[in-house]
């Protein structure tokens, strides 16, 4: 199975912040890497897939980047709504590996 | 609108058996891969397992955690998605989340995303 390593596991940060989230594969995932976002009691959303491309709806302050085995999510300019977990997915082969999530925190 | 709605979780003891459906609306429930999503109290998300559509055989595929013990099927004509557990564990204990797998191509390959999930539903293994 490949593993999904994130980190850091809790990133506090202040709105208008920029902050990057790094998900690692324990093997190539080429750039077949999905990133979701969670809010408490609510189900995942899907920000970004094929590493880079921005799910339709998304805001343009999020973006992903990598290929390979490194991957990156960096939000610019934090908004209130930012402040969720967030998880990476790797989409290259079964089972479909979740990273364990990033808790973006108010600081 | 695109719609998935799990029912059927709830109490269970340890050992018994518990189905949970997922009924889809918004798009034709046929053409998509469904897969099966849990999340443990205050854990991240761990995936379960998936069946594809009618045009892909509707084969199956499944997280170690749960293979030999957990079944998806799928009903077309009625747009609803099953997941039948059995041998219950406490450690299958979770919120169960049902997703639309979209199939896209990308550097002559393809791959997929979860772009729609249903609202979830608890289960609770316990005696």
């Known amino acids: 199975d490949i593993q999904m390593t994130q980190s850091p596991s809790s990133l506090p940060a202040s709105i208008g912040d920029t902050v990057t989230i790094t998900c690692r594969a324990s093997q190539t995932i080429r750039r077949y890497l999905n990133w979701y976002q969670q809010k408490p009691g609510k189900a995942p959303k899907l920000l970004i897939y094929?590493?880079?491309s921005l799910q339709s709806g998304v805001p343009s302050r999020f973006s992903g980047s990598g290929s390979g085995t490194e991957f990156t999510l960096t939000i610019t300019s934090l908004q209130p709504e930012d402040f969720a977990t967030y998880y990476c997915q790797q989409s290259y082969s079964s089972p479909h590996t979740f990273g364990q999530g990033t808790d973006l925190e108010i600081k | 609108e695109v719609q998935l709605v799990e029912s059927g979780g709830g109490l269970v003891q340890p050992g018994r058996s518990l189905r949970l459906s997922c009924t889809v609306s918004?798009?034709?429930?046929?053409?998509?891969?469904i897969n099966w999503v849990r999340q443990a109290p205050g854990k991240g998300l761990e995936w379960v397992g998936f069946?594809?559509?009618?045009?892909?055989?509707?084969?199956?595929d499944y997280a170690t955690s749960v293979k030999g013990r957990f079944t998806i099927s799928r009903d077309d004509s009625k747009s609803i998605a099953y997941l039948q557990m059995n041998s219950l564990k406490t450690e299958d204990t979770a919120v169960y989340y049902c997703?639309?797998?979209?199939?896209?191509?990308?550097?002559?390959?393809?791959?997929?995303?979860?772009?729609?999930w249903g609202q979830g539903t608890l289960v609770t293994v316990s005696s």
């Open positions: 069946i594809r559509s009618k045009a892909y055989g509707e084969t199956t």
């Open positions: 918004g798009f034709t429930f046929g053409d998509y891969a």
């Open positions: 094929a590493a880079s």
């Open positions: 997703t639309r797998q979209t199939t896209y191509y990308y550097d002559s390959g393809t791959s997929y995303y979860f772009d729609y």
